[in-house]
């Protein structure tokens, strides 16, 4: 069997067409659904598809759940189908968490725990994010820095070599995106959520996270996992819960992620998701052999 690593994103919006069908035919998609309306007390299936996830889909603080459950249902449908294990598993940002529960190291019903205060703790932290495309680093970097001291200006995620996201207050990272531009940016996109995340500006909060994951239980995983802030593998239950905790404080390397896997000689990537966000960022990387989940289980519009 060829080594390959499974790739978990984190908040995006989703493919409701897609979502409807794959529903409708796989019972193992509705059971997973059930289990996690079973837990949250109403039916997340049914508010998914009234709301609406591609309309103002940032808005809906039901969001990440949706995608926890979603990546998490369509892994299950793999491992009845095709039953292989991967090598590594990691996820972005909110994939992580994700990765956790399909590497057994979290119980699905203590991720939709974790995950429901998670998102109450980043709505504490109002602001904005900003993807920057075709500036370098250390121009980033400099001017980040120009805004280190009120209302600061972090990175909050390395996509990819061309690709950079920022993260802080409304008025200092729109300032900042417009440096971007005149310091050569060849694009800039303003992301839709009101929350800041990733960046120093969470420190304050991770106590009440700390507290409030105390008591939930970790497990050795069941395959390597890589945290994407530390970019290292993880085994001890106990520094994969600390990794998580600190997630929100830390900038997402993911384009130091995929070159880890990469020196680790694993080249084929599986991303378990609807749409394939992450593989887009690293398509054209050499030794970046992009597996497609919709194509393997036949999943079509």
Not at 28 to 50: G, V
Not at 88 to 106: D, F, N, P, R, W
Not at 194 to 209: D, E, G, W
Request: aromatic share 10%; proline share 2%.
């Amino acid at each position: 069997m060829i080594p390959f690593a499974m790739i978990f994103p984190g908040q995006e919006k989703q493919n409701i067409t897609l979502l409807k069908k794959i529903y409708k035919q796989n019972k193992i998609i509705q059971e997973t659904f059930a289990k996690a309306s079973e837990h949250l007390k109403y039916d997340l299936y049914k508010t998914i598809i009234k709301k609406n996830l591609n309309h103002k889909y940032q808005k809906n603080n039901f969001l990440q759940l949706a995608v926890l459950t979603i990546s998490y249902s369509i892994y299950k449908l793999w491992k009845f189908r095709i039953g292989l294990n991967p090598k590594i598993m990691t996820g972005h940002s909110l994939g992580q968490y994700s990765a956790l529960v399909c590497s057994k190291v979290l119980k699905f019903s203590d991720a939709i725990k974790m995950i429901i205060y998670r998102t109450k703790i980043m709505q504490k932290k109002k602001g904005s994010m900003y993807a920057i495309f075709g500036s370098k680093k250390s121009i980033i970097k400099k001017i980040c820095k120009k805004y280190s001291k009120k209302s600061r200006v972090s990175i909050a995620c390395i996509n990819s070599k061309t690709q950079i996201v920022i993260t802080g207050s409304v008025e200092n990272s729109k300032k900042a995106s417009q440096e971007f531009k005149k310091n050569g940016a060849k694009k800039i996109i303003q992301l839709k959520n009101n929350t800041i995340s990733h960046c120093p500006s969470m420190n304050k909060l991770k106590k009440k996270i700390f507290f409030k994951f105390k008591k939930i239980v970790f497990n050795s995983p069941k395959n390597l996992i890589i945290d994407s802030t530390e970019v290292k593998f993880l085994k001890n239950p106990i520094k994969i819960k600390n990794c998580l905790i600190n997630q929100l404080c830390k900038t997402v390397k993911w384009n130091d992620t995929i070159n880890f896997i990469i020196n680790n000689k694993i080249k084929h990537f599986l991303e378990i998701s609807l749409n394939n966000t992450l593989t887009q960022l690293h398509k054209n990387k050499k030794k970046y052999i992009p597996l497609y989940i919709k194509k393997i289980l036949n999943l079509k519009l």
